[in-house]
């Protein structure tokens, strides 16, 4: 583990319980139409494999596997034991949980075998990373050749009413809802902190993406960038 990831770890294990509730209240339900949007662009085919990294309680997998189908599967990676048990418990009650496995592991340093993946997927994820080259670095080693990488992310959006409640609106929400409102507190900052989303499409080439399409969703408080490793 790299300088920094503990404690973005355990931010994580501590905001588990609510994360789902959380991400419903903040976003009004959007994130579901966001992940709805991303895997409509990545277009993944029945008999895919896919592997989500921070795949975290495991929404965008279990999108995902409605996708790919019984011939297909779907590899949900996580470094937060917390968050995967949330991920599992839905798997188990829902239609296509069986196709999908949670794995725990590292973005940055994944445990998978060189091109194995069809697509590879990454929701809300990309800003956490601690080495975000690093990690497009690893997705596109686990993509076979012509295989697609799909980040979702969320970015400084153009109108200023929406910064607005990105700085003040996050934060509050999570001093009042959330058993540990400092997670909310560094939500809003990290979002600031990101690189724009021109940046990601250049780091995205420079870890071996053939080329690297985006696109922004809700005057771009969330941002999709759907790149191909060469063959
Ligand atoms: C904001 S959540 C997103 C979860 C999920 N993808 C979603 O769409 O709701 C970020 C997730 O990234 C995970 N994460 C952060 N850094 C990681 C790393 N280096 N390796 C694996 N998982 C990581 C956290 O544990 C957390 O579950």
Not at 12 to 28: E, G, I, K, P, Q
Not at 131 to 152: F, T
Not at 207 to 226: K, S
Request: a neutral charge.
């Amino acid at each position: 583990m790299i300088e920094g990831e503990g404690s973005i770890q355990s931010m994580f294990t501590r905001v588990a319980s609510r994360y789902d509730l959380l991400n419903n209240l903040m976003s009004l339900g959007a994130h579901k139409r966001w992940r709805q949007a991303a895997v409509n662009m990545l277009r993944p085919r029945p008999g895919d494999l896919v592997v989500d990294v921070a795949t975290g309680t495991g929404d965008m997998a279990l999108l995902l596997a409605g996708r790919v189908g019984p011939e297909g599967g779907v590899v949900g990676v996580d470094f937060c034991p917390e968050m995967l048990a949330i991920a599992r418990r839905k798997a188990s009650s829902h239609p296509q949980g069986h196709i999908c496995s949670f794995i725990e592991g590292n973005a940055l340093g994944l445990d998978l075998p060189d091109d194995y993946a069809d697509c590879v997927t990454i929701a809300f994820g990309l800003r956490n990373l601690t080495d975000i080259a690093r990690g497009l670095g690893e997705m596109v080693r686990i993509l076979k050749p012509g295989g697609k990488l799909l980040s979702l992310e969320l970015s400084v959006p153009q109108p200023s009413w929406l910064q607005s409640y990105l700085m003040r609106g996050i934060p509050w929400l999570g001093r009042r809802f959330s058993s540990h409102p400092p997670a909310y507190e560094y939500l809003a900052s990290s979002i600031f902190n990101h690189p724009p989303p021109e940046e990601i499409a250049r780091l995205g080439k420079e870890a071996g993406l053939a080329a690297v399409d985006c696109h922004q969703l809700y005057g771009g408080l969330a941002v999709i960038h759907l790149g191909r490793k060469g063959s």
